[in-house]
T-cell receptor
Framework: SQKIEQNSEALNIQEGKTATLTCNYT??????LQWYRQDPGRGPVFLLLIRENEKEKRKERLKVTFDTTLKQSLFHITASQPADSATYLCAPTGNQFYFGTGTSLTVIP | DTAVSQTPKYLVTQMGNDKSIKCEQN?????MYWYKQDSKKFLKIMFS???????INETVPNRFSPKSPDKAHLNLHINSLELGDSAVYFC?????????????FGQGTRLTVV
């Protein structure tokens, strides 16, 4: 069965630094890889989607890479701010919508 | 206008009861989902449904059943509730095959079984 792992359950970084989150998956060949943000008490909110034939996607301070050979996606937040503190979920998506284990990011002022 | 709405937001009930959670989307999406998020915050898919196919996660007990009266609604019925069913349940919807399966989520229903 498919397995989706995200690096460290919790990540703390200083404000202004770049946060890098990792998503690794096995036994799966997704057509897309998506990233979502979840704040406490709320549902996940879509951030970015990258297709299997794309290497990199950017949106404002966010950057996503997708390596189908390594079966890995990296999610970067540059110039991080305390407001970026949240849980980030990856979702390699094919016929079904499976989410990773999530990484809780805390940006320290 | 709320894109995906769930009711109720909180549900406290006794073991053995039967309950339903309602979900409605006004986005014109063709696929809806139910997810369970446990105390460890892991988001696990329970069902996905479009007007052609219901896909059930094989680990979901048959006490759980989705009911879709129309394309905009996917309700979740739970029979004989157990303590382990306590969790937050999220409904979501997406439009497959048209630019990407970006999903929109409801605000969640916190179910507590006592």
């Amino acid at each position: 069965s498919q397995k989706i792992e995200q690096n460290s359950e919790a990540l703390n970084i200083q404000e202004g630094k770049t946060a890098t989150l990792t998503c690794n998956y096995t036994n799966y060949s997704p057509a897309y890889l998506q990233w979502y943000r979840q704040d406490p008490g709320r549902g996940p909110v879509f951030l970015l989607l990258i297709r299997e034939n794309e290497k990199e996607k950017r949106k404002e301070r966010l950057k996503v890479t997708f390596d189908t050979t390594l079966k890995q996606s990296l999610f970067h937040i540059t110039a991080s701010q305390p407001a970026d503190s949240a849980t980030y979920l990856c979702a390699p998506t094919g016929n079904q919508f499976y989410f990773g284990t999530g990484t809780s990011l805390t940006v320290i002022p | 206008d709320t894109a995906v709405s769930q009711t109720p937001k909180y549900l406290v009930t006794q073991m053995g009861n039967d309950k339903s959670i309602k979900c409605e989307q006004n986005l014109g999406h063709d696929t809806m989902y139910w997810y369970k998020q446990d105390s460890k915050k892991f988001l696990k898919i329970m069902f996905s449904y479009n007007n052609k196919e219901l896909i059930i996660n094989e680990t979901v007990p048959n006490r759980f059943s989705p009911k879709s009266p129309d394309k905009a609604h996917l309700n979740l019925h739970i029979n004989s509730l157990e303590l382990g069913d306590s969790a937050v349940y999220f409904c979501a919807s997406s439009l497959l095959g048209a630019g990407g399966p970006e999903a929109f989520f409801g605000q969640g229903t916190r179910l507590t079984v006592v």
